[in-house]
Nanobody
Framework: QVQLVESGGGLVQPGESLRLSCEASGFSLNGYGIIWHRQAPGMPRDWVAS???????KYQDSVKDRFTIIRDNAKNAVYLQMNNLKPEDTAVYYC?????????WGQGTQVTVSS
């Protein structure tokens, strides 16, 4: 069964860090582009960071220098290291694995940044 599962979300204070995981089962992430998206309440889903099949990394301007996307082929997982979190980072975070016309999504993990 093909599945993507996100984990690692939670409630943190501004300035703290979280590491989100996106783990695949039933298929290999090798060769897939991985995109982290997020959706804040009442807002459309937005792209945050991506890592291509050749490991080219891209980031939304608002998270550059704070977020890092990391691929671990041995663990069949991709991570999103989030440092210096801000209240505006509060959202449900989703990972997407995409290659050609195939796309898999996880169920999302909630990140709340609040003092």
């Amino acid at each position: 069964q093909v599945q993507l599962v996100e984990s690692g979300g939670g409630l943190v204070q501004p300035g703290e860090s979280l590491r989100l995981s996106c783990e695949a089962s039933g298929f290999s992430l090798n060769g897939y582009g991985i995109i982290w998206h997020r959706q804040a309440p009442g807002m459309p889903r937005d792209w945050v960071a991506s890592i291509g099949g050749t490991n080219l990394k891209k980031y939304q301007d608002s998270v550059k220098d704070r977020f890092t996307i990391i691929r671990d082929n041995a663990k069949n997982a991709v991570y999103l290291q989030m440092n210096n979190l801000k209240p505006e980072d509060t959202a449900v975070y989703y990972c997407e694995a995409t290659r050609l016309r195939t796309s898999y999504w996880g169920q999302g993990t909630q990140v709340t940044v609040s003092s």
